[in-house]
């Protein structure tokens, strides 16, 4: 009844090849970004945006690049960690040692380092897949982690070994309170998921798809597989160096390379498969639910605790995430195998017939 | 060249706690075609079982028999490892079957978390020792060879011992007996052995139990050299490159590239380290294991992978 597509007619070429073709989803997505733009800053308060709305949208961004390789592209990846290291890492060598060097464009920059890297660390992809290919990125992370704290020159020869950026300013407006920094994220996250739909829709998406379903089916019809997985792993590169450097010098604003190590690579894959592989709202569910679920039992166990009169301590607070969290991505993966994404297009479907089923 | 030699050495006394612990995901890896991110936490576990199950019945016992509360301690972890296959089969593996890889690889991670949280919750979270009576003082062997004699732990050797005895069992285990060849059915393809009459869920549980002993003799070698905590967790991480350079599904393999990776890192760390600012070991391994994987995808003994459409 409220998601009905009856009446809605695609009477030009145009309106068959939008994003979103029925008019519920276009005013839904509309809604949605209306609200986080403008309703979220008035209603949020600080610790809202410092510990859950800034984080998400960052972790979400690099979500979705990990998704457009793992989920579009079929080649798993366990080196996400470190190429947001490495867009942070190149953003902010961009920012020192060049001068007057606009805030974005140093951004850009470091996701474009990213992207090359991607690219030569991909390279092992036209060989091996599955576990194989996943060790084979597996080998960038421990590379990057090394590099980051070894080698002086990455962090401009910083005594303590950790990197932070002064001021962040774009064309006069300085990004500092944190409602600006959520805006900041949130104008990136907004372009870079307009981009990844669109990527997805366009030839180079149906190829990734192609590869990903069956990789010889898809070279016998004359997909070029080199082509197709290393612009894979340039572009989700891409996007996670944009998500790194935005994590460095937005979330966090100083950091050192533990910022950025395996756990954060295993986070993101976990975030992907739990959102949903091969989907853009996916990416979102699974950002959202790895974000908010450690902060949640962090707060909840300890209040549980005192209901039935245990004092829980730190460590046992602890040691219980990691049991819930375990369970609860065991339970995710057992019941729904295709993940939250799967969830809300049930949703979507139920409400399209309700309340009259028949 | 004594130093030369020592290091080599202790590269291979490395080498063989990562096979140890490969070995665990390749026995995994053949019999169900799940890649067991988990060995690591078992590991942990089991060692940590292991550590406080003595520790607590030599308590009981007035601290007289180090022996009987080593065996106490022994039976009491695998029997929490026997506990974990059981519960793994039960309630994740058997609601699994026929779905995509990265999904189980995905739920290995879970289990992992698991494993990690109620270890520590059961066994707690300090560093504790284990002492099977191994040892600790060193020897100079090969006098006559080398100027100065190479000086090696005697723990070392019982450790290499243990471990070689524990692949010979395997491998015995493997070719000879009913079950080893129903694990070897399975391994070759589910259906064809579930048509013949070998029971699946079985034989996940008794892959699991050997998975998770095999974890049990590497927790208690590493415990004793280097003590039982968290960080053990982080060998599952230093194995992987192990199996790749080795073969995911050769268990000859897993021997061979763990004690290649040891040797290589030690020397690499010792002779290249100091050129680069150190601290290479890590992703030396996997470097090597991504260079072997270039030219040989499958790895050094692995079943050559073949595509079909």
New interface residues.
């Given amino acids: 009844m409220f998601y009905r597509e009856n009446g809605q007619f695609k009477t030009s070429y145009a309106a068959d090849q939008q994003i979103f073709t029925i008019a519920q989803d276009k005013w839904f997505v509309w809604g949605l970004i209306a609200f986080a733009a403008l309703a979220v800053p008035m209603l949020a308060d600080e610790y809202m945006f410092r510990a859950i709305l800034i984080p998400f949208l960052v972790l979400s961004l690099a979500a979705l690049g990990v998704n457009l390789l ?1 989920g579009y592209c079929g080649q ?1 990846t366990l080196g996400a960690g470190a190429f947001m290291a490495i867009g942070a890492y190149a953003a902010y060598n961009f920012m020192v040692r060049i001068d007057g060097m606009p805030l974005i464009l140093a951004m850009l920059l470091g996701g474009a380092a990213a992207a090359a890297f991607g690219i030569l660390f991909g ?2 992809s036209l ?2 897949r ?3 290919l ?3 990125t ?2 960038a992370q ?2 990057c ?2 590099a980051f ?3 002086g020159w990455f962090t401009n020869y910083s005594s303590s070994g950790s990197v932070s950026v002064a001021k962040l300013e774009v064309l006069g407006w300085v990004v500092d309170s944190p409602v600006e920094k959520y805006l900041f994220c949130l104008a990136f996250v907004v372009v870079f998921a307009v981009i990844a739909k669109n990527l997805t829709r366009a030839a180079i998406g149906r190829q990734w798809m192609a590869i990903r379903d ?4 898809a070279e ?1 019809i004359g997909i070029r597989p080199m082509f197709a997985k290393l612009s894979a792993f340039a572009v989700s590169s891409f996007f996670v160096g944009v998500a790194g450097a935005l994590w460095g010098f937005v979330y966090l604003g100083s950091w050192e390379p533990a910022a950025f190590s ?1 756990d954060r690579s ?1 986070q993101l ?2 975030m992907v ?1 739990i959102g949903g ?1 091969g989907s853009i709202m996916g990416s979102f569910f699974g950002a959202a639910f790895i974000v908010v679920l450690p902060i949640f039992l962090n707060q909840f166990l300890p209040f549980l605790g005192s209901l039935v009169g245990i004092s829980v301590s730190t ?2 607070v602890s ?12 339970f995710f ?2 019941v729904e ?1 295709h993940g939250l994404a799967r969830l809300w297009s049930i949703a979507k479907q139920k409400l399209r017939l309700w309340p009259f089923p028949h | 060249m004594g130093f030369f030699i020592e290091t080599m050495l202790g590269g291979l006394m490395t080498g063989m706690l990562y096979s140890l612990v490969a070995l665990g995901f390749v026995l995994i890896f053949k019999a169900s075609g799940v890649f067991n991110f988990a060995q690591g936490a078992m590991v942990l576990v089991a060692a940590l079982a292991m550590a406080r199950f003595s520790e607590w019945s030599n308590a009981a016992l007035g601290g007289d028999s180090l022996f009987l509360a080593n065996v106490i301690g022994i039976i009491g972890a695998g029997a929490v490892m026997f506990l974990v296959a059981w519960a793994v089969e039960r309630f994740v593996l058997r609601k699994l079957v026929n779905q995509e890889g990265a999904t189980l690889l995905m739920v290995t991670l879970g289990i992992a978390y698991v494993l990690e949280g109620l270890g520590q919750t059961f066994f707690g979270s300090e560093i504790y020792s284990i002492n099977v009576g191994m040892p600790k003082d060193p020897v100079i062997m090969f006098e006559g060879l080398v100027e100065g004699g190479v000086m090696i732990n005697k723990e070392d050797f019982i450790a290499a011992a243990l471990a070689a005895v524990l692949v010979g069992g395997l491998t015995i285990f493997f070719q000879k007996t009913a079950i080893g060849r129903a694990l070897r059915a399975v391994a070759d393809d589910h259906q064809a052995a579930q048509s013949v009459g070998i029971p699946l869920n079985k034989t996940w549980v008794i892959v699991w139990c050997v998975a998770g002993l095999v974890a049990l003799v590497a927790g208690i070698i590493w415990g004793s050299k280097m003590g039982v905590q968290f960080s053990i967790v982080t060998v599952a991480l230093r194995a992987l490159p192990v199996v790749i350079l080795g073969g995911l599904t050769s268990v000859p393999g897993a021997i061979v590239g763990g004690l290649i990776i040891g040797v290589g890192e030690k020397l690499s760390e010792v002779y290249l380290g100091p050129f680069v600012g150190g601290g290479i070991e890590i992703w030396f391994a996997y470097v090597m294991a991504l260079i072997v994987l270039l030219f040989r995808p499958q790895g050094l003994f692995g079943e050559k992978i073949i595509n079909r459409v």
Avoid at chain 1, 214 to 217: N, R, S
Avoid at chain 1, 319 to 330: K, P, R, T, V, Y
């Fill in positions: 793992v798993i390279i092992p060989r091996v599955g576990l194989y996943a060790v084979a597996l080998a421990f590379l982690d090394w704290l070894r080698i069956m990789d010889v089916a016998v395996v295993f894959l976990f498969i592989m460590a046992g040691h219980a995430e990691f049991i819930i969290f375990g369970s609860l991505i065991i993966l057992i195998p």
